[in-house]
């Protein structure tokens, strides 16, 4: 499948966390020759061609050195401990007031994650624009998940640790994919142990 950036969608890559369960910064972790944060940046340039935000916290200078050749804004939180809400607002900020139609969320550490998924996830969005578009696994809607340009001023208003996910469940209708790739991710030594044997358990 080839990817066409939608011209009118945007990205918001949050890149802010502190890694304390993996105990070294997820962002940079590298898989088959290249840092996670830099494929979550080439994903998402290729779905979101209205503009890409990177938020950073943690290990802010390091992560932004890594992605210095993209085309991308950074967001630095500098709140970040404060909680998930705190990293997506300051990255939705950057949105606000711009002529998108809608705002792509996703996180850093989901290195299976790829452009066919989120082509799929931009197609399903696609059939109802006004209402979200979120990836399913394990049962659960979550990221990445696609928000309208209509829904920025609920994802600014987020508190403490609630994320994106959290809003999906206040709207009536949400379409939805199955993405299982986007089930696995990167918290604990273990989790980079099976990614590095290229056998991660996405069940």
């Known amino acids: 499948m080839i990817a066409v950036p939608y011209k009118s969608l945007a990205g918001v890559i949050l890149a802010a966390g502190g890694s304390r369960r993996l105990g070294q910064p997820k962002q940079l972790c590298e898989w088959e020759g290249k840092p996670l944060i830099c494929r979550a940046v080439e994903t998402s340039l290729a779905i979101c061609g209205a503009d890409v935000i990177v938020v950073t916290g943690a290990n ?100 403490g640790d609630m994320g994106a996910r959290s809003l999906l469940d206040t709207y009536p209708t949400v379409s939805s994919v199955e993405i299982p790739s986007a089930a696995f991710d990167i918290d604990t030594v273990e989790d980079l142990a099976r990614l590095n044997a290229h056998n991660p358990d996405i069940n």
């Open 60 to 159: 802010a200078s390091e992560v932004e050195a890594s992605i210095y050749s993209y085309p991308v804004r950074i967001a630095r939180n500098l709140d970040w401990e404060m909680g998930m809400s705190v990293s997506l607002r300051t990255g939705i900020q950057q949105l606000c007031g711009t002529k998108i139609s809608g705002v792509l969320v996703m996180l850093c550490d989901q290195p299976l994650l790829d452009v066919d998924d989120l082509t799929r996830l931009v197609s399903v969005w696609q059939t109802l624009p006004d209402e979200p578009a979120a990836s399913v696994y394990k049962g659960v809607m979550r990221v990445p998940a696609i928000f309208p340009a209509h829904c920025l001023p609920a994802l600014m208003m987020l508190q």
